[in-house]
């Protein structure tokens, strides 16, 4: 079973930080790009942040750029997102997403369970 699996999340406070993971494991053979989205209460979900398997990063907007950093390690299948200066127009689900090729050559879109950032005082 192929699967992404993130973590931590949490309640923080108005200017704090936090690191998000996400692992992917199963039968990989390639994962392509990764990414973070977020989904905010009564909204749909947007996309936070891009990264290739070589390391190119995109932003979607200015609102994260500077604030946010995506990053990977192929050895370890693992998509991170940190976050930083955070307000509470950031208290979203967050999803990671992964293009990813399975040993039998299947292309597979995944999705991560979601993890529930809070940013309150």
């Known amino acids: 079973q192929v699967q992404l699996v993130e973590s931590g999340g949490g309640l923080v406070q108005p200017g704090g930080s936090l690191r998000l993971s996400c692992a992917a494991s199963?039968?990989?053979?390639?994962?392509?790009?990764m990414g973070w989205y977020r989904q905010a209460p009564g909204k749909e979900r947007e996309l936070v942040a891009t990264?290739?398997?070589?390391?190119?990063?995109?932003y979607a907007d200015s609102s994260v750029k500077g604030r946010f950093t995506i990053s990977r390690d192929n050895a370890k299948n693992t998509v991170y997102l940190q976050m930083s200066s955070l307000k509470s127009a950031d208290t979203a689900v967050y999803y990671c997403?992964?293009?990813?090729?399975?040993?039998?050559?299947?292309?597979?879109?995944?999705w991560g369970q979601g993890t529930l950032v809070t940013v309150s005082s």
């Open positions: 990264i290739t398997s070589g390391g190119s990063t995109k």
């Open positions: 997403n992964a293009g990813v090729v399975t040993w039998n050559y299947r292309p597979l879109e995944l």
């Open positions: 199963g039968s990989i053979f390639r994962i392509d790009d």
